[in-house]
């Protein structure tokens, strides 16, 4: 039996029927939602960590590409995660391999859930050092997944305290006009904040008063209360 058989019927077993339900509605994959078309069985997350645990290390890249390609949302899911392992196990050649790999299948990183779990630690983790160029061109696609992968692929530069690229994407998607662009911009400008509070206070005074309502309501999550309120209202 191929591995992407086994990980399909592992993953089989932990299916919900309430959550095949309830996933389709809560990643929109309803008509006009920004997940239509896609599929679910019904597997929460650890479930799926743990195949992937358990295969990364046995299953060729190849295997991987494939499983990434199905139209399962969870088996995508499960693809990711065994790149991420694979990613931080591996040594430099290789690393370069799984990069061009997920760049050339980004089509199948198709929901905000997929970009989380892989952006920061596949790409975030190979540009580190490296020129960066790709996440500008990322997020000036106007393709929403790409644009997203962007922005949080910048969290590993954040979790190492750097934080120019992440002011420069945020930035240049300010005015974007997807709620899960601003959620995700002010995810990362929160993440900033808290490693540097100053960067990002900066970044806010100068920004603010053009950023849309959920973009701030992120960033500023975390200020303290009295703070928070006068950003809101416009008196900072």
């Known amino acids: ?19 095949a339900a309830f996933f389709p509605r809560f990643f929109q994959a309803f008509p006009g939602g920004y997940g239509e078309g ?23 890249l190849q295997e991987t590409e494939l499983l990434l390609q199905d139209p399962v949302h969870e088996y995508r899911l499960t693809a990711l995660f065994m790149l991420c392992y694979r990613f931080e196990k591996a040594a430099e050649p290789e690393r370069e391999e799984i990069v061009n790999l997920y760049l050339k299948n980004l089509a199948f990183v198709n929901n905000w859930d997929l970009v989380d779990a892989s952006a920061p630690k596949i790409l ?11 996440l500008f061109q990322l997020a000036a696609s106007g393709h929403l997944w790409r644009q997203r992968v962007a922005v949080v692929a910048t ?3 954040i979790k190492h305290h750097r934080f120019t690229e992440t002011l420069q994407l945020a930035k240049q998607l ?15 400008l929160r993440e900033v904040g808290k490693r540097d509070f100053k960067v990002e206070y900066d970044f806010l005074r100068e920004n603010y008063r053009h950023m849309p309502r959920t973009m701030l309501r992120y960033a500023i999550e975390h200020f303290d209360p009295d703070l928070r309120r006068r950003f809101l209202e416009g008196q900072v």
Request: no cysteine.
């Open 38 to 60: 896609d599929r679910f069985i019904g597997v929460r997350v650890p479930p799926l960590r743990k195949i992937a645990r358990r295969y990364f290390r046995e299953i060729s």
């Open 1 to 19: 039996m191929d591995f992407i058989t086994r990980i399909k019927e592992e993953a089989n077993r932990f299916v919900e029927p309430e959550k």
């Open 155 to 157: 969290l590993y530069f």
């Open 174 to 188: 300010l005015r974007h006009e997807h709620d899960l662009m601003h959620k995700a911009v002010g995810w990362m």
């Open 124 to 134: 975030g983790a190979y540009l580190l050092e490296r020129d960066k160029g790709i």
